[in-house]
């Protein structure tokens, strides 16, 4: 084995992974490896909770593909190759569909799913929705229904739709974006984690400054902090819904407005501690001579669809004009301003968590002191996080992908 390597993604159902090996005893041949094969893995950062995928002690991973097979161009009898691995619940997810009807809150759906169709014993942690609906899946793999399940989900603490399912190194979570960012409806969530891109410590041995490199990123990457065409015209910013209700013969219609929607909800970065209501994304003013602000433009992205309040007598369908304009300006929001860093490995934080990263302003230096980025300096959402073992160069390291929905100053 060269590299291994371990993704959690907060779009992603599973945790996935990829070992790179050096063979010379071709081992897929003579062992062989089909693809069934159960794969144990446990590491950590020194004191800190890690990975613990042993049979006895935790849930092996599952080795499926194998792949980027290349004959060692110096030694024609060793190759190299890529083994792919994988949680167990992909493979139940896999191999069987539901045709069941689940009744009442979505969380009691998606944990007899997680149960009982992907055969999962691992830690399942949710948050509570205020929603009660009776809905069927017509022959449909288990993901797929959880992930239908989650564009209905609304939270009972937030005033959000936009409910995840994803797996990291803690078990499998159901929540709300708003979650991420806040605790119990009441507060910001704290960062778990502080970086800052600086010049790398140099000192070997017992003078190294660990906790510094830690703190360090190695590498930063800044994409897409200004896309407000692309933005506009794909409804981040405004946008209008119709709605037909078939059976009581109505039509109505719904306008996003970012600038009164940012206002009541929580962001990455806050008033103290609090719903900051001035820290968006664009700033709040009139577009020409028009009298109105980017949010006002409701005709800028049109959505149509269709729904009955009351299928069936004892519950209620969700409402679609509480998630759908949500739901999108989150998905584009989080897609948009992203931040990649290069850290040193840390095993005590995962996708989902927040740090904060301290971003240089890029100008000539003022009394030789570095001055951080005013806007894009602050908190960021992890909504990736790769694991890289090398093991010949005994290095861990993390390649983080990191998202803003917000500014650190107006």
């Not at 490995?345 to 000539?364: C, E, H, K, Y």
Request: hydrophobic share 30%; proline share 3%; aromatic share 12%.
């Amino acid at each position: 084995t060269k590299v291994i390597e371990l993704t959690e993604d907060i779009y992603q159902n599973c945790i996935t992974g990829a070992i790179f090996v050096y063979d010379a005893q071709d081992v897929p041949t003579v062992f062989p490896l089909t693809g069934f094969e159960r794969l144990e893995l446990k590491f950590s950062s020194p004191g800190l909770s890690g990975y613990n995928a042993v049979e006895d002690e935790g849930h092996p991973f599952y080795i499926y593909k194998i792949d980027d097979v290349k004959v060692d161009d110096k030694n024609p009898r060793a190759k190299f190759y890529k083994m792919y691995f994988t949680s167990q619940e992909n493979y139940h997810n896999s191999l069987n569909k539901l045709s069941k009807s689940y009744e009442g809150p979505i969380e009691d759906a998606v944990e007899n799913i997680l149960r009982n169709e992907l055969k999962s014993k691992k830690h399942f942690m949710f948050e509570p929705t205020k929603t009660n609906q009776k809905i069927t899946f017509p022959y449909v793999r288990p993901f797929q229904a959880i992930n239908s399940l989650c564009r209905d989900g609304i939270s009972s603490a937030y005033n959000n739709s936009h409910y995840l399912f994803f797996e990291n190194k803690d078990g499998f979570h159901l929540r709300s974006l708003e979650s991420l960012k806040a605790i119990s409806g009441s507060a910001v969530r704290p960062a778990k984690w502080a970086y800052a891109y600086q010049i790398q410590n140099q000192r070997d041995g017992e003078s190294r400054n660990v906790e510094q490199d830690l703190r360090s990123a190695l590498k930063y990457e800044f994409t897409n902090p200004v896309d407000t065409l692309n933005n506009i015209e794909q409804g981040t910013y405004a946008n209008k819904l119709g709605i037909q209700d078939l059976y009581n013969k109505t039509y109505t219609t719904t306008h996003f407005d970012y600038m009164d929607y940012f206002a009541k909800h929580y962001h990455l970065e806050h008033e103290k501690g609090q719903k900051a209501q001035f820290k968006t994304l664009i700033q709040f003013n009139m577009f020409e001579d028009t009298n109105k602000d980017i949010s006002s433009f409701e005709n800028s992205y049109l959505m149509m669809d269709t729904q009955t309040s009351k299928t069936y007598d004892a519950y209620s369908s969700t409402d679609k004009t509480q998630t759908l304009q949500n739901i999108r300006h989150q998905v584009l929001t989080q897609h948009g301003v992203s931040l990649r860093l290069l850290v040193h490995g840390n095993t005590l934080i995962t996708a989902g968590d927040i740090i904060s990263f301290d971003m240089p302003l890029q100008r000539p230096l003022i009394d030789e002191k570095q001055q951080s980025n005013p806007y894009w300096s602050g908190r960021y959402l992890i909504k990736s996080l790769k694991h890289v073992i090398n093991i010949a160069t005994q290095k861990h390291q993390m390649v983080l992908s990191c998202t803003k929905d917000s500014v650190a100053n107006a």
